[in-house]
Every structure is written in structure tokens, then in C-alpha cells.
């Protein structure tokens, strides 16, 4: 899910219980960066947070993967092929 703002990724408050309902699916929300000493992640390209509510993990902090599969996407709206990223 591509939101429009850092600030709306930190902002989240999920509804677990719809997100477990949905079964075992990783739900990762992401946004452009935000220029240094805006917030948690500022300075950083990309931000995002991940839920695997459906796995048992609300929210999962430090979730390589999810990186793994945003890149691609990052890559091509950004037009490099190296940025930074903070999960939030």
C-alpha cells in the first residue's frame, strides 16, 4: 500500500482484527522519505511499516523481506538504483 507521506506511514493505527481476517498476508505500507530532521526515518528515501497480523506479528519492525519486494517498485518511481530505506 503506497500512502502519500512518511508522516501518514508513522500515523497508522491499523484494525488488526480486519487485517488477521484477511488471512496469512504481509501488508506493507510504504511512502516517500522525508528531508532530514522531519521524524522518525527523515533523510531516508523510502519509509514504510509492515503487519503480518494473520501470521501472529501485528507489527513486524525489522522485516528484510518486505524491503526485499518494495525495491523493484522504489527503483522505477525513483529512477535509481540505490536509495536508502527505514522501516519505521
Not at 29 to 37: F, M, Q, R
Not at 64 to 88: D, N
Request: avoid cysteine; charged fraction near 20%; hydrophobic fraction near 45%.
Amino acid at each position: 500500500v503506497v500512502v502519500g507521506s512518511a508522516a501518514e506511514v508513522r500515523a497508522l493505527r491499523p484494525d488488526f482484527r480486519a487485517l488477521a481476517a484477511e488471512g496469512d498476508v504481509l501488508t506493507i505500507v510504504t511512502a516517500p522519505g522525508e528531508a532530514p530532521g522531519s521524524g522518525a526515518g527523515a533523510g531516508t528515501d523510502i519509509v514504510s511499516r509492515v503487519f503480518a497480523t494473520g501470521a501472529g506479528i501485528d507489527e513486524d519492525p525489522v522485516t528484510g523481506s518486505a524491503h526485499a519486494v518494495s525495491v523493484p517498485y522504489w527503483a522505477e518511481r525513483l529512477g535509481r538504483t540505490e536509495f536508502t530505506a527505514f522501516q519505521a
